[in-house]
Every structure is written in C-alpha cells, then in structure tokens.
C-alpha cells in the first residue's frame, strides 16, 4: 500500500528553499558528520542524520549507524522527518510502535526505529528543510535534558 506525505512537505516554497541550498543529494561533509556523531554520543543512540528532505527523498547530509554502503537517503514516505516538516516544530517519540503519529511507519520495520527525537533544520528564511535527529533501535524514555 503506498503512503502519502503530508502537503506541506510537497509545498512549493519549502521545496524552493530547499533548492536554494543546494544540499540535496549532495555528498556528506565533516561539519554535518561531527554533528551527527556528537549527538549520537551524548544520547547513546545508535543512529544520528541530518538531513535536506525534497519531494522524494529525505537524504542524509550526514548519517551515523548505518551500514557501510547504505544508501544516503530514504522515501520521503518512509521519513519521519515529513512529520516535523508538517508541524514545523520538533517531535520526540519515546516509542515509535505505539505513537499514533508514528505507528505506521515502515521505518520502525525497516531501519527498526523505536524511538525518535527529530528538530527542524530551517532555511534562513524559516522554511523546514529537514531534520537533525537521533533514533533507538529499541524504545526509550528523552529526558528534558536529551531534548535540551
């Protein structure tokens, strides 16, 4: 069964400012990689992305816990970043399965993501671009002090 995405994700003013970056699809870089580890460290989880989401696609600008050779990008269906896109704020999931913003989500089978903390990354002129975020591969309570 296909998925549908939230309108504001197809929404031709975000889309054009994601454009204006340039960023999507484009390789990973140090900056956003140091990032994406420092997060994964501090909140011991498994995996950690940054990512510029466009029509189709949400790609990993940088990406920790991934399999070498993963692709650097996912279905912008299968994202969880199209549902910070569509509330323009973050959303923390202590368990993705029993979320009902979440529980439909094929990324909870495919990538196995139980829980999930994802923060708008905007352009300058506020449109959300994507996500910085962390995921657990099993479900677990964020504190104020993992969300700060």
Known sequence: MP????GSVVDPYRLAAVGRTGLA???PEEAFDRLSRLAASVLDAPLAFITVVDDKRSWYKSSVGLP???DRFGAVEESFCQ???DSETELVVDDTA???TTCDNPSIGTMGVAA???FPVRAPGGEVLGTFCVADSVARHWTDRDVE
Request: glycine share 16%; net charge negative.
């Open 68 to 70: 070498a050779g993963s």
């Open 3 to 6: 998925f549908s995405v939230p």
């Open 98 to 100: 029993a979320d009902p």
């Open 83 to 85: 549902y910070v896109i």
């Open 116 to 118: 999930w903390a994802g």
């Open 25 to 27: 699809g484009t390789a």
